[in-house]
C-alpha cells in the first residue's frame, strides 16, 4: 500500500490534494446508519478534495470568500466534511458553536461573532430565524437538506455554481490569516469565541499527528465532530458513530464497540463521561476492543479507577493518553496511562492532584501566583517555584491569541511579554514537581476560599472521598450561609449504593490537612455537566443547590 507523507504546511487544503492524489479511493469518512434500514454513507479522499474545491468557488461566487464569518451549523456527516475544507479553501472564517450550548447561549454566542453567512441544515435555519441568530449582520444563507422558509441558496447549488467556475484559482492566503472561531464550552462561564490563525490551526495539527502518532492508514473514530476534521487532515479514515454527540455520555456502547469491529478501529477519541459508559458496559459483558492501539481522553480529569477499568477493555499494546489543555491552547502537556497506574495514582487519591503530564515540545508551561484581575505585563506577574501551586499559564506558538469581538476577556487571559508575544492563563491552579511535570488541582474560579483565609482546591479536596467504594464522584462547592462562606462536599454515590455516614465522612476529611475544614456533606441525585464532553461538572449550578440545601 502507498503511504502518503504530509507536509507541515499553513495549507490544509494542499495536504487533502496530496492525500487525494496518493490515493484518491482511500475513505476519508464512513458514516454508519443509525438504524436497521439506515444507509451508511462514505466520502473518499478523491470524492472529498474535489466535492471541497466546488463548494469553494460556489461560496466564492456569492461572496464568501476571504475574512468572511460564517456559522456552521451542520449535522456531522460528508457534507459536514466537505463545508469544512470549503471554508478553508475559500479563505473564510468558520463559526464553530457547540449546538448544545442551549438557544440563548447560541445567540450571545453568534451576536459576539457577528456572521456574515449562515450554512446549516434545515432546522437551524428555523431557529435562526425564529430566534433571530445574525439580525442584522447575516447576509448570505445556505441551507443543507430540503430548502426551508427563508433559506437561500443550497448545498447542492453551491456545487453546481462552484463547477460552473471551472479551475478559477482559489485565494492565496497569508499564513497569519483568520481561520476560525472555535467557542469554548461555556462550562466555567460565558462561552468565548477563541480566535485561531493557519499557522496555528496548521501547527496544532503537526503536534497532534507527532505526539499520537496518527500516520495515513490510521481508522479513528472521534466522539466530537470537529476531529472528523482533524483526521481527514491528517489523512486517516474516520469512522463518525451515530450517536448524539452533544450527549456522549449516552452513547451507546455496543455499537461503538461494534463499529470498533467492523472497521478496523485503531484510535478513538472521548470524554471521561463517554468512557465511563463504554467501559461499565465491558465490564459488565466481558467484552474487549482489540483493534484499538490509541485512546486519548480528554475534557475533565481522568480518574485512575476509569483508567483501571478501560485497560481490562483494551489489549496491553494499546495506549491510551490523557492530553491536557485548553481551546486556546491545544493540547499542552500529556501523559500515559501507565505513567499514572505505576507512579501518580497513589498521590492523586492522596490529594496530590492529577498529574497531567510533561509540556509537549514548544510549549512552555509556567506557574504564576493566582489573581484575578488582569495582569498587563509579564514582568507583573510573580512565577512561583517547584511544587507551589498557583495558576498555569502556556506560550506555545499553537496558542490563540485573541477572543473574537472581546477585548476584555481577552486582556483577562492574556499577559503580554517584552518580546510581542504573551502567556494564556489557562485558569487552572496547579504546580510543576521536580521533574517538570504538571499537575492540575482544579479552576481557578472554583477554589474555596474560607472566611479564615483558607482556600480549598477542588481536585485535591474531593480526590481522597473519591476512593470510597460507595461513591462515583465529588464537587466541592462553597455556599453562603449566615455570612459565612462553607466548604461544601457534593456527592454523586454509585447507581445502587447506600451513602457513607456523616461521622465516616468527617473521619476521612480530619485524616487530611487540606480537607479538615469540610463538615458539610449533601448527595444529590446526579450532576449537572457541560454539554461538550459531559463530563465537567456545574459547579455554579451546584453551588446554588447547596445553598438553598443548607439555608433549610
Known sequence: MTTTTLPSATDLGARLALTARAQPDRRALICPAAGRFGRTRTLTYGALNDD??????????????????????????PEFLVLAFALGLAGAVPIVVDPGLGLRRLKRCLGRARPEAFIGVPRAHAARLALGWGRGTITTNVVVGPRGAGAGLTYDGLLRDGARRGAAPLPELADDALAMVAFTSGSTGPPKGVEYRRDQVAGQLDTIREVF??????????????????????????????????????????????????YGVTSMFASP??????????????????????????????????????????????????PYGATEALPATIISSREILGETAARTDQGAGVCVGLPLPGADIRVIAIRDEPIPAWEEAQELGPDEVGEIVIRAPWASAAYRNDPENTAKAKIPTRDGGFFHRIGDTGYRDGRGRVWFCGRVSHRVVTDDGETLLTIPCEAVFNTHPTIRRT?????VIAARRRPTLCIELEEGAAAPGRAELLAIARAHDHTRTIEDFLVHPGFPVDVRHNAKIDRDALRAWAQEELAR
Do not use: N, Y
Not at 230 to 258: K, N, Q, S
Not at 292 to 313: D, F, N, Q, S
Not at 475 to 479: D, Q, S
Open 52 to 77: 471541497a474545491r466546488l463548494a469553494a468557488r460556489g461560496l466564492l461566487a456569492h461572496g464568501i470568500g476571504p475574512g468572511t464569518p460564517v456559522v456552521l451549523l451542520v449535522t456531522p456527516g
Open 213 to 262: 502518532g496518527w500516520k495515513p492508514g490510521d481508522v479513528d473514530m472521534p466522539t466530537m465532530p470537529v476531529f472528523a476534521m482533524h483526521g481527514a487532515a491528517l489523512g486517516v479514515t474516520v469512522v463518525l458513530p451515530p450517536m448524539d454527540f452533544t450527549r456522549p455520555a449516552e452513547a451507546d456502547p455496543a455499537m461503538l464497540a461494534a463499529l470498533a469491529a467492523e
Open 273 to 322: 463521561a463517554l468512557l465511563e459508559t463504554l467501559s461499565r458496559w465491558a465490564q459488565r459483558t466481558g467484552t474487549r476492543l482489540p483493534s484499538l492501539r490509541r485512546v486519548v481522553c480528554a475534557g475533565a480529569p481522568v480518574t485512575p479507577t476509569l483508567i483501571r477499568r478501560c485497560h481490562e477493555m483494551l489489549d496491553d499494546t494499546c495506549e491510551l493518553s490523557t
Open 475 to 479: 464537587a466541592l462547592t462553597g455556599p
